[in-house]
């Protein structure tokens, strides 16, 4: 959000996957994987947040030659989405977009859309357990749904990742995503770190601007973001997608995406 | 606004509005009778809606009979509470509100720190979905509907018609003058409580199927079972009917012309528009 | 009947502003005991809700039970934040700005609401507060909505020449002398007013507002006034709220806050004026010690709601009240007030 990370704040860095980032991997993937879908609706709750990230979504919708057939609002305090999705549904799109919300929202408004037939492609917002949303859309509704997260148990995790899960659950015997989350900025950090040779505020963050690539748990990233957000501060890294199909959890891909 | 969709709006607010209803009656009861506001009800409905899960999930219980055990157990909860928490009050309706926010806020960190907080749902008790013509509604939304419609009916049938809710009656006109026509206050209290918790207990459930189970689901839900109590009129269970329509109508049909927040603004101040107009309720007593 | 006062309640009188004055005494120095920021930022958090809920039982003096009164807390926070983050203007302008804007609001909803009574005002003050915080979120291009408000300035540096200059960002001690005062002078003021011919009237409508009516109290007007008097200091509560948090969300203001408020009134006792400011008192600091229980925190918070209400059922300044009482010796010598 501006007012979070812009140029109004020159010692902030991005250097996580957030909201946008996971929108356009996902705007990607969806392409990629249904070329038929000519067009799509985004779902948004009313949390200040809207004109924002409607301005970007669209502009990626159209990088990528999708039509933006409606955004739908709701209320934060809305308890059954079935008019949400009654109104997402009217200008019948191909293909359903949530944004934000949590597991509760992206899960009921899925259970709603496939109940009222609607058979199109849907993805999630951000980072929501996939577990959940299958467990509150139920089995038979969760298909042809795709969400940014990750799926710590596939092969396909980095070699970062594994070694982080596996010394995770040595030491305290859980694992869940949090860890990965939590250790992501540690480990850039570092390298940033060693490239400055100093932890002097000012250097390092001319030393990280000038990075030409950087590690990070989800594989090689770069620097970006100077379009998209007016600072090139945000690392750009491939981002995890993962789907519910048939009403099974599986791990699709890495999606890489750059923010100009 | 295609036909379709207006078609499709109109049976998401009747189905909205059963659920809202549903949520209420047990709320509307302890209003009407014993002129408590029963903030623990949020509570209430919500453990229904747990103890529902667990026997499901864990047990394997059949859906019906959990449903039934869950409004049993949560109904003799309420005669605990009616027992040790309300009897001792019902002279100082300040102690009451105390009492059932005390509860409500014991109630929700129990159930948040032992089950946990992640969302879960009831497996479907009519799974599936059921298209009739454009119109598509989903065989969970159809059994709360079905079930929502008959507890009103039921509601109203046993406070008009039968001994114990004539003398329900008479205690929510006057407890004293009721006491002395021999009516056994204490007990009617009691089972007016307990009744109502297993009305929560039975929505609770429904509702853990129909939308999600979380420790606080029944916060919000508690406002519109308030706004539809107030919109009614205090002393009215068949207003609960006509309120449930108006709040199912604005919820179902405001999203559609616009979005967001403003849906919140337009509903409340349309309700507090018409509680202007009239303010004992649509169907209230004059205070 | 006008508020005549016989030697004897001067004297009462003069004995409560002392006890008074001993604490606000006491409360000076605890910044020379402790530096820690918690701790100064817990008693500054007791005294922004002090004076919330001060306000609140003005409001409840009248007979009107207002759940609305966490959302006039932000109509006052939001108000005096934009005025000083959008406009420039000093924070020491807008907070009574803020106020007086919070008070506006609170006299133009209050005026239909006077047509309603008893458990429909309250349940009416609700959704009131509930679309207040709607509207919020719709005009979120100046608040900011969910997301929230940041940057909003901190009370200006107060530089007088010879004196040292009072910064209010550098440290949490100015802000806690300053909300000190203001708690202080505003339950100066609130006294003042319940004392007074107008809270006489007040508490005449409370009691029965047909026969207050009938005595000529314009019963309306009346319970309008006190809606608007609690609203301003609503409104001043939380434009202090603003410039000291520096960030603003909703939910700070909704729907909880206002029930929050409604209970540290009554557990601390509704029938006496300092009932809410142990109520408050109370019910935010005891949890703040219990904070390392976690989740198990609102076990505390609901526990001492329930013990105060099986074992002091004129909350817990009515406890201070009996304990005076039986220490003195003495009965009464003023008629007792009625709990409300």
């Known amino acids: 959000m501006p007012n979070e990370y812009g140029p109004r704040t020159p010692y902030a860095f991005l250097c996580q996957d957030a909201t946008v980032e996971g929108m356009r991997a996902s705007l990607q993937y969806l392409k990629e994987r249904y070329p038929n879908v000519k067009s799509v609706t985004y779902i948004i709750p009313d949390d200040g947040s809207v004109p924002y990230l409607q301005k970007l979504f669209t502009a990626r919708a159209s990088e990528l030659g999708l039509k933006v057939s409606g955004v739908t609002k709701w209320a934060m305090t809305t308890q059954d989405y079935t008019p949400v999705i009654t109104e997402a549904l009217s200008s019948k799109p191909d293909s359903l977009a949530f944004a934000n919300g949590w597991p509760q929202a992206t899960g009921s408004m899925l259970r709603v859309a496939r109940e009222m037939g609607f058979k199109g492609p849907v993805f999630g917002g951000n980072y929501d357990d996939a577990y959940q949303i299958r467990e509150i859309a139920g089995k038979e509704n969760s298909t042809d749904f795709f969400i940014h997260n990750l799926d710590l148990d596939s092969p396909e995790m980095t070699p970062m990742i594994k070694e982080v899960t596996k010394r995770v659950k040595a030491k305290y015997g859980d694992m869940n995503g949090m860890y990965i989350m939590g250790f992501f900025p540690w480990y850039e950090l570092k390298q940033v770190f060693e490239a400055a040779n100093t932890i002097d505020p000012t250097a390092v963050k001319t030393a990280w601007e000038n990075m030409k690539s950087i590690d990070t748990l989800y594989g090689p990233g770069k620097m970006g973001g100077l379009k998209t957000y007016g600072i090139n501060h945000t690392v750009c890294h491939p981002c995890p997608i993962v789907s519910l199909t048939n009403g099974e959890v599986k791990w699709v891909k890495w999606v890489d995406v750059y923010s100009p | 606004m295609t036909p379709e969709t207006a078609v499709q709006t109109v049976a998401n607010t009747l189905m909205l509005s059963a659920m809202y209803i549903l949520v209420a009656l047990g709320f509307a009861l302890l209003m009407n009778i014993l002129g408590i506001l029963n903030f623990a009800h949020a509570a209430i409905y919500m453990m229904g809606g747990y103890i529902c899960f667990e026997l499901i999930t864990l047990a394997g219980v059949n859906h019906w009979a959990a449903l039934l055990i869950a409004a049993v157990s949560v109904g003799l909860l309420g005669f605990f509470i009616e027992r040790f928490f309300f009897r001792p009050f019902l002279k100082n309706m300040n102690n009451i509100v105390i009492i059932t926010l005390a509860l409500i806020v014991i109630l929700e960190a129990t159930v948040n720190v032992t089950v946990g907080s992640f969302i879960r749902r009831i497996p479907s008790f009519v799974p599936g979905a059921f298209r009739f013509g454009n119109v598509s509604l989903s065989g969970d939304r159809i059994a709360a509907f079905v079930i929502g419609s008959l507890l009103l009916l039921a509601a109203f049938l046993f406070i008009r018609k039968t001994r114990t809710g004539m003398q329900m009656l008479a205690i929510a006109q006057d407890p004293e003058a009721a006491e002395l026509q021999g009516i056994h206050t204490r007990r009617i209290f009691a089972l007016t409580t307990a009744i109502g918790c297993a009305l929560a207990g039975v929505s609770g459930s429904l509702m853990g199927a129909v939308l999600s189970l979380s420790p606080f689901m029944g916060d919000y839900m508690l406002v519109k079972a308030i706004e539809i109590v107030i919109l009614a009129g205090i002393g009215s269970i068949g207003g609960v009917l006509i309120g449930g329509l108006i709040l199912g109508a604005l919820d179902a049909s405001l999203p559609l012309f616009i979005g967001g927040s403003a849906t919140d603004l337009i509903g409340l101040c349309i309700v507090i528009v018409l509680l202007l107009f009239r303010p004992q309720g649509l169907f209230g007593h004059e205070a | ?340």
Request: net charge positive.
């Open chain 3, 1 to 340: 009947m006008t508020a005549r006062r016989s030697p004897n309640s001067k004297r009462k009188e003069a004995k409560k502003l002392l006890a008074a004055l001993a604490v606000v005494v006491l409360l000076c120095l605890l910044p020379f005991s402790t530096t820690s920021p918690y701790y100064l930022h817990t008693f500054i958090i007791t005294f922004i809700y002090v004076i919330s809920a001060a306000s609140l039982r003005t409001i409840l003096l009248s007979g009107q039970i207002s759940i609305a009164h966490g959302a006039f807390m932000g109509v006052g926070a939001y108000a005096s934040a934009i005025l000083a983050k959008e406009l420039d203007w000093s924070p020491w302008l807008t907070m009574p700005i803020g106020g007086i804007l919070a008070m506006a609001f609170g006299a133009t909803t209050g005026y239909p609401l006077t047509r309603v009574r008893a458990i429909y005002f309250s349940m009416v003050s609700l959704f009131l507060g509930l679309a207040i915080v709607a509207l919020m979120g719709v005009l979120q291009g100046i608040t900011g909505g969910d997301i929230g408000m940041i940057d909003i300035p901190p009370l200006s540096t107060i530089a007088i020449r010879g004196l040292p200059a009072v910064d209010f960002g550098a440290s949490k001690v100015p802000s806690y002398y300053f909300f000190l005062i203001l708690t202080f002078v505003v339950l100066l003021i609130l006294y003042r007013i319940e004392h007074s011919h107008v809270g006489m009237s007040w508490k005449a409508i409370a009691q029965s507002y047909m026969v207050a009516s009938s005595v000529g109290v314009n019963e309306s007007g009346q319970r309008l006034l006190a809606f608007a008097v609690g609203c301003f200091f609503a409104g001043i509560a939380g434009a202090g709220y603003a410039h000291y948090n520096m960030v603003l969300t909703r939910s700070s203001f909704g729907f909880l806050p206002s029930i929050n408020l409604l209970i540290y009134v009554l557990v601390g006792g509704a029938g006496s004026f300092i009932g809410p400011v142990v109520g408050t008192a109370v019910l935010v600091i005891v949890p703040e010690v219990f904070r390392s229980l976690k989740a198990f925190v609102p076990f505390v918070f609901g526990g001492i709601m329930l013990f105060v209400v099986f074992f002091m059922r004129q909350g817990i300044a009515g406890l201070f009240k009996q304990l005076s009482v039986k220490l003195s010796g003495t009965g009464e010598k003023e008629m007792p007030s009625r709990a409300a």
